[in-house]
């Protein structure tokens, strides 16, 4: 277990190392990308004097890492300054978004893991055989629709033509945790869909491979039945792969699926980065960025302790 | 006993959860959708309308002194009379008695007053000023409690129509820009309820002491903005909306054939442009921006690129279907007229340009296409640079020689000194034409209607001749209802809206 808080250790120091270096990475893309702040946010018909106005009360007239390290310090506090375009506080808006995602995330998940490890298992039990090859073509079938076809098929499908979710997931704060679940079940089952297919796939070739391996033939040679084999022997292995790809999916549940948001109209954290990139807003795409990256990390982190506590050479 | 009730609770949720209509909080509002997002800075306030996004919130809960109607005629709403005295420079509005503002306080003429001179004042910085220019804040002045008058420095004979203006809504004296622009406090027929700048979905219940009797017809409004057009189309074949209030040509053309829903268009408003520096060669040539016109086929645009939803334009910013259109024909294409322009302006083997282009405007990239193919009939070749949409309007706008743009439908008194005279802010053809500017400036002091309009008609002809400015076709937008809805009807104007009369089977006001 030492070895393993070593590790754990290691890799916080680490992260935080990577954190520091993509905030100064987010600020210097954003300083360079054209497009000025003031007109962005008052519009093409604003009038000069009211853009040099605002430019002096954002701070845009000091020079770029006088305002970094301003916001850094800040950020050091636990303060992410105040978004430029809504003048509200970063840590407000990110808050409501993010907890969002993350329950979007957490339902989606929960259809994950079934959705990607059951199909895998039975292809391994019926390896090139019928289920198999069926399985496999509606996997592949899924890998190649892009993601904003597919979340379109089920709104058109689970939406309008059978209406049994409603076809735009608005979920505001005074909405009840039963219409919640009821709001987001079809972008979580878009997500869940477009990345168990990655996770069926991986844990169908770990599990076959596993198969043919010798241990497994000591273990048939003794007679034990084939389901027993696969689910106590095999899959344990087999998932420490797809526990690793499982983690960076849902990592990148957090922040890539602006797709899948913009779909249902879902208020979420990956919209709001796209916002916040349109209009330049430099606090709250460094708070956005600096998040997805403590998660993406974090997630990791935690997929990497499962790998030790599921690896049978490491579990005392 | 008691567990029976339980587990029939149970199974009642069950049902609820897994096919029963999602409630919408304690009541069933029209919900509204738009399509231009202002998330995450919507403000409730007037003076920083921006996107199409700040006017579809602020229409249902403030009011504007005047309104226009379809054709941009300016009618009362606020104001229920004005005249103007005999010299033309004092306009003197007539207020409705009996208006009050959501938190209770009457709405006087003091207010009306506040509303304007707040709009003109340089340390608010609204980008109304420059529209308003005219005006003088000092003139601006309560007769009595239900009188307004505005004296001009110079004789202004469309006031009532510019006033019209997106800014020009009334709000109560004293109120802040920081206080606006989360709580709106106005006469409307709605009140604000659920508001957040950064959050799409918007609630706003009737105001039940609105001062048209009997309006708003609906018990509460849910707006929200959804930007994917399929997002749309689902969510008004479910019934998840009731109004969609502009769909693009496409989703028109899709939605039209549905029993179930009904279409709603609105008179030739928005146009796009094509938009050359008169200063710069080739464009300084007069007879290279003709034949630029030349080759455009108006009518085949209007047919592909919006699918029939509007109407061919002729280089001037009034629709010809307009009674104050100087002319109801439309520029034929005319290759050969375009070669033979060419060849007297000293390109007798065609001419090579660049084409700025983006979709900071939906159409926009593919009017520049399309505009590329028919200008190479003629020997001109077009090379089209299609730039990043989010950066279009503050990095390639108004800053290459020659670009696509877009603009809402004004009235003739606004439209044609917004962006055409030689002084204009948004003078994209850096267009300098003296006789033009004489004719704007005689029109905009010219207290004979006849006169005016005759006036104004010369001038749309010697832009549409000699201008730098290509207008191919104005576009109507496309309002889409639920059969069972009524009472919208969409503006031309992009940023006047009405939903006083809007609303759905079992969703009327419960007095």
Same mark, same amino acid.
């Given at each position: 277990?030492?070895?393993?808080?070593?590790?754990?250790?290691?890799?916080?120091?680490?992260?935080?190392? /990577?954190?520091?270096?993509?905030?100064?990475?987010?600020?210097?893309?954003?300083?360079?990308?054209?497009?000025?702040?003031?007109?962005?946010?008052?519009?093409?018909?604003?009038?000069?004097?009211?853009?040099?106005?605002?430019?002096?009360?954002?701070?845009?007239?000091?020079?770029?890492?006088?305002?970094?390290?301003?916001?850094?310090?800040?950020?050091?506090?636990?303060?992410?300054?105040?978004?430029?375009?809504?003048?509200?506080?970063?840590?407000?808006?990110?808050?409501?978004?993010?907890?969002?995602?993350?329950?979007?995330?957490?339902?989606?998940?929960?259809?994950?893991? $079934?959705?990607?490890?059951?199909?895998?298992?039975?292809?391994?039990?019926?390896?090139?055989?019928?289920?198999?090859?069926?399985?496999?073509?509606? /996997?592949?079938?899924?890998?190649? /629709?892009?993601?904003?076809?597919?979340? /379109?098929?089920?709104?058109?499908?689970?939406?309008?033509?059978?209406?049994?979710?409603?076809?735009?997931?608005?979920?505001?704060?005074?909405?009840? $945790?039963?219409?919640?679940?009821?709001?987001?079940?079809?972008?979580?089952?878009?997500?869940?869909?477009?990345?168990?297919?990655?996770?069926?796939?991986?844990?169908?070739?770990?599990?076959?491979?596993?198969?043919?391996?010798?241990?497994?033939?000591?273990?048939?040679?003794?007679?034990?039945?084939?389901?027993?084999?696969?689910?106590?022997?095999?899959?344990?292995?087999?998932?420490?792969?797809?526990?690793?790809?499982?983690?960076?999916?849902?990592?990148?549940?957090?922040?890539?699926?602006?797709?899948?948001?913009?779909?249902?109209?879902?208020?979420?954290?990956?919209?709001?980065?796209?916002?916040?990139?349109?209009?330049?807003?430099? $606090?709250?795409?460094?708070?956005?960025?600096?998040?997805?990256?403590?998660?993406?990390?974090?997630?990791?982190?935690?997929?990497?302790?499962?790998?030790?506590?599921?690896? $049978?050479?490491?579990?005392? | 006993?008691?567990?029976?009730?339980?587990?029939?609770?149970?199974?009642?949720?069950?049902?609820?959860?897994?096919?029963?209509?999602?409630?919408?909080?304690?009541?069933?509002?029209?919900? @509204?959708?738009?399509?231009?997002?202002?998330?995450?800075?919507?403000?409730?306030?007037?003076?920083?309308?921006?996107?199409?996004?700040?006017?579809?919130?602020?229409?249902?809960?403030?009011?504007?002194?005047?309104?226009?109607?379809?054709?941009?005629?300016?009618?009362?709403?606020?104001?229920?009379?004005?005249?103007?005295?005999?010299?033309?420079?004092?306009?003197?509005?007539?207020?409705?008695?009996?208006?009050?503002?959501?938190?209770?306080?009457?709405?006087?003429?003091?207010?009306?007053?506040?509303?304007?001179?707040?709009?003109?004042?340089?340390? @608010?910085?609204?980008?109304?000023?420059? @529209?308003?220019?005219?005006?003088?804040?000092?003139?601006?002045?309560?007769?009595?409690?239900?009188?307004?008058?505005?004296?001009?420095?110079?004789?202004?004979?469309?006031?009532?129509?510019?006033?019209?203006?997106?800014?020009?809504?009334?709000?109560?004296?004293?109120?802040?820009?920081?206080?606006?622009?989360?709580?709106?406090?106005?006469?409307?027929?709605?009140?604000?309820?659920?508001?957040?700048?950064?959050?799409?979905?918007?609630?706003?219940?009737?105001?039940?002491?609105?001062?048209?009797?009997?309006?708003?017809?609906?018990?509460?409004?849910?707006?929200?903005?959804?930007?994917?057009?399929?997002?749309?189309?689902?969510?008004?074949?479910?019934?998840?909306?009731?109004?969609?209030?502009?769909?693009?040509?496409?989703?028109?053309?899709?939605?039209?054939?549905?029993?179930?829903?009904?279409?709603?268009?609105?008179?030739?408003?928005?146009?796009?442009?094509?938009?050359?520096?008169?200063?710069?060669?080739?464009?300084?040539?007069?007879?290279?921006?003709?034949?630029?016109?030349?080759?455009?086929?108006?009518?085949?645009?209007?047919?592909?690129?919006?699918?029939?939803?509007?109407?061919?334009?002729?280089?001037?910013?009034?629709?010809?279907?307009?009674?104050?259109?100087?002319?109801?024909?439309?520029?034929?294409?005319?290759?050969?007229?375009?070669?033979?322009?060419?060849?007297?302006?000293?390109?007798?083997?065609?001419?090579?340009?660049?084409?700025?282009?983006?979709?900071?405007?939906?159409?926009?990239?593919?009017?520049?296409?399309?505009?590329?193919?028919?200008?190479?009939?003629?020997?001109?070749?077009?090379?089209?640079?299609?730039?990043?949409?989010?950066?279009?309007?503050?990095?390639?706008?108004?800053?290459?020689?020659?670009?696509?743009?877009?603009?809402?439908?004004?009235?003739?008194?606004?439209?044609?000194?917004?962006?055409?005279?030689?002084?204009?802010?948004?003078?994209?053809?850096?267009?300098?034409?003296?006789?033009?500017?004489?004719?704007?400036?005689?029109?905009?002091?010219?207290?004979?209607?006849?006169?005016?309009?005759?006036?104004?008609?010369?001038?749309?002809?010697?832009?549409?001749?000699?201008?730098?400015?290509?207008?191919?076709?104005?576009?109507?937008?496309?309002?889409?209802?639920?059969?069972?809805?009524?009472?919208?009807?969409?503006?031309?104007?992009?940023?006047?809206?009405?939903?006083?009369?809007?609303?759905?089977?079992?969703?009327?006001?419960?007095?």
């Amino acid at each position: 277990m030492n070895a393993a808080l070593t590790l754990i250790l290691h890799r916080l120091v680490y992260s935080l190392g /990577t954190l520091a270096l993509v905030s100064v990475i987010i600020f210097a893309a954003v300083e360079v990308l054209p497009g000025d702040i003031p007109s962005r946010i008052l519009g093409r018909e604003a009038p000069l004097e009211a853009r040099e106005k605002l430019r002096v009360e954002l701070g845009l007239n000091r020079p770029a890492v006088e305002r970094y390290f301003d916001w850094a310090a800040g950020a050091l506090r636990g303060d992410f300054g105040t978004s430029i375009s809504a003048r509200r506080p970063v840590a407000d808006m990110v808050w409501a978004r993010l907890s969002n995602t993350l329950a979007l995330a957490g339902l989606a998940l929960l259809i994950y893991i $079934p959705l990607s490890i059951i199909p895998a298992l039975v292809q391994a039990l019926y390896a090139n055989k019928l289920p198999d090859r069926i399985i496999s073509t509606l /996997t592949v079938l899924v890998l190649s /629709t892009p993601e904003f076809l597919l979340a /379109t098929l089920l709104l058109f499908g689970l939406a309008v033509a059978l209406p049994l979710f409603p076809p735009l997931a608005q979920v505001s704060a005074a909405t009840g $945790p039963l219409d919640f679940i009821r709001i987001i079940t079809l972008p979580a089952l878009s997500l869940a869909i477009l990345l168990a297919v990655y996770g069926t796939r991986l844990l169908r070739e770990s599990l076959i491979e596993l198969l043919d391996s010798d241990f497994i033939r000591m273990a048939e040679l003794k007679g034990l039945p084939r389901r027993r084999i696969i689910l106590r022997h095999a899959l344990p292995n087999a998932l420490i792969p797809w526990l690793n790809a499982t983690a960076i999916n849902f990592a990148f549940m957090i922040g890539g699926v602006v797709v899948v948001e913009r779909v249902f109209i879902f208020p979420g954290f990956g919209s709001l980065l796209v916002d916040a990139l349109q209009l330049r807003d430099i $606090p709250l795409i460094e708070a956005s960025v600096l998040i997805a990256a403590f998660i993406f990390i974090a997630v990791n982190l935690l997929a990497d302790i499962g790998a030790i506590l599921l690896n $049978p050479k490491l579990r005392t | 006993m008691r567990n029976e009730r339980k587990i029939r609770a149970l199974l009642l949720g069950a049902v609820i959860f897994g096919l029963g209509p999602v409630a919408a909080g304690a009541q069933d509002c029209v919900k @509204v959708i738009g399509t231009e997002p202002g998330v995450p800075n919507l403000t409730m306030d007037p003076a920083f309308v921006n996107l199409a996004d700040d006017s579809y919130q602020q229409n249902a809960v403030y009011n504007r002194l005047v309104n226009l109607d379809s054709s941009f005629q300016p009618i009362p709403e606020l104001a229920k009379s004005w005249n103007v005295s005999e010299d033309g420079l004092t306009w003197t509005f007539e207020l409705e008695e009996g208006v009050t503002f959501h938190d209770g306080r009457p709405m006087t003429a003091k207010d009306v007053v506040y509303s304007f001179r707040r709009l003109l004042d340089p340390k @608010v910085g609204s980008p109304a000023a420059a @529209v308003l220019n005219f005006l003088d804040a000092d003139g601006i002045t309560a007769i009595d409690d239900h009188t307004v008058a505005f004296k001009t420095p110079t004789v202004v004979a469309d006031l009532p129509t510019v006033l019209a203006i997106k800014y020009g809504l009334v709000v109560p004296e004293g109120s802040t820009s920081e206080e606006l622009k989360l709580k709106a406090v106005g006469t409307g027929p709605f009140v604000q309820d659920v508001y957040s700048p950064t959050e799409t979905r918007r609630v706003f219940q009737r105001n039940n002491n609105y001062w048209r009797k009997g309006l708003p017809k609906a018990q509460c409004l849910e707006l929200s903005v959804v930007t994917e057009e399929v997002s749309r189309i689902a969510a008004i074949r479910s019934g998840a909306a009731d109004l969609i209030l502009s769909a693009g040509a496409a989703a028109a053309g899709v939605l039209a054939n549905d029993p179930t829903l009904k279409l709603e268009k609105s008179a030739p408003g928005t146009y796009l442009t094509l938009s050359m520096w008169t200063d710069t060669p080739p464009f300084n040539d007069v007879r290279v921006r003709q034949a630029l016109k030349k080759v455009v086929d108006r009518q085949l645009l209007v047919d592909t690129i919006i699918l029939g939803n509007g109407v061919a334009g002729n280089d001037n910013p009034v629709p010809p279907t307009s009674p104050l259109a100087y002319t109801s024909e439309i520029k034929p294409q005319d290759i050969a007229g375009a070669k033979k322009l060419l060849a007297e302006a000293g390109h007798p083997n065609g001419l090579t340009i660049e084409l700025n282009t983006g979709e900071g405007y939906p159409g926009m990239v593919a009017l520049a296409q399309a505009f590329q193919q028919m200008a190479a009939q003629a020997g001109i070749t077009v090379n089209v640079i299609n730039n990043p949409a989010d950066s279009y309007w503050d990095v390639i706008w108004m800053k290459k020689p020659f670009f696509t743009s877009n603009w809402s439908g004004r009235p003739p008194a606004e439209g044609l000194p917004y962006t055409f005279t030689s002084d204009a802010k948004y003078n994209e053809a850096k267009w300098n034409n003296p006789e033009f500017d004489r004719l704007l400036k005689e029109a905009r002091s010219e207290t004979d209607v006849e006169k005016r309009n005759a006036l104004y008609k010369e001038a749309q002809k010697l832009l549409s001749d000699d201008g730098g400015v290509i207008i191919p076709y104005f576009v109507s937008d496309v309002a889409v209802m639920r059969a069972d809805c009524e009472g919208y009807v969409p503006h031309p104007q992009v940023p006047i809206l009405n939903y006083e009369n809007f609303v759905c089977k079992g969703k009327e006001a419960a007095q």
